[in-house]
């Protein structure tokens, strides 16, 4: 099955600095990619997605690059702000076979003032 | 709309205890699916449904695990007996139609189960 790894497992920052997180994926069949952004306590929210037809996207202060040759994508945070404080989750979907996410295991965030 | 509903928000059981988790979907959302949170394992996929059917239970630990969906707005997700281990922040999410591409997933706001 699929297997996605995720990193680092924490970063620290400052704010205003920027923030990039790293996954790679094993199946090379996987079309789909998204990021969640999960607050201290609270449940995770997708940020941002990527299809494996496009290289990049951006909104806003976030982009996520994808390179299919390599397996691998990456979330892209800049002027980091400390509410942007969470742990991020990356995921991989091939839709062919099944709906199912296959999450990293995270990476906590933290920006200091 | 309400936004995925989970009940109880918190449960605390002792050993041995059945527990009994429940999810209401977003309305019109054909696939549901249960995730376990622990620190140590992540976010792990326990249980997918598509249109009240289980597609994948692959993730299910073991048969002290069970999911039922009876109808498109309800579905438990059952542990007995319980044990320690199985403390984690368990997540409900339902997502519309991904045959059409939309694979977006939305969350509820979890149980949080301890079992002692």
């Known amino acids: 099955g699929e297997n996605v790894e995720q990193h680092p497992s924490t970063l620290s920052v400052q704010e205003g600095d920027s923030a990039v997180i790293k996954c790679t994926y094993s199946d090379s069949a996987s079309n789909y990619f998204p990021w969640y952004k999960q607050e201290l306590g609270k449940r995770p929210q997708l940020i941002i997605d990527?299809?494996?037809?496009?290289g990049e996207k951006k909104d806003q202060r976030i982009a996520v690059t994808l390179n299919k040759t390599a397996k691998h994508f990456s979330l892209h945070i800049t002027e980091t702000q400390p509410e942007d404080s969470a742990v991020y989750f990356c995921a991989a979907l091939n839709s062919n076979s099944g709906y199912a996410l296959n999450f990293g295991k995270g990476t906590s965030l933290l920006v200091t003032p | 709309d309400a936004g995925v509903i989970q009940s109880p928000r918190h449960e605390v059981t002792e050993m041995g205890q059945e527990v009994t988790l429940r999810c209401k979907p977003i309305s019109g959302h054909d696939y549901l699916f249960w995730y376990r949170q622990t620190m140590m394992r992540g976010l792990e996929l326990l249980i997918y449904f598509n249109n009240n059917v289980p597609i994948d239970d692959s993730g299910m630990p073991e048969d002290r695990f069970s999911a039922k969906m009876p109808n498109a707005s309800f579905s438990t997700l059952k542990i007995q007996p319980s044990e320690p281990r199985d403390s984690a922040v368990y997540f409900c999410?339902?997502?519309?139609?991904?045959?059409?591409?939309?694979?977006?997933?939305?969350f509820g706001p979890g149980t949080r189960l301890t079992v002692t």
């Open positions: 990527i299809r494996s037809n496009v």
């Open positions: 999410a339902s997502s519309l139609v991904p045959g059409q591409g939309i694979y977006e997933q939305y």
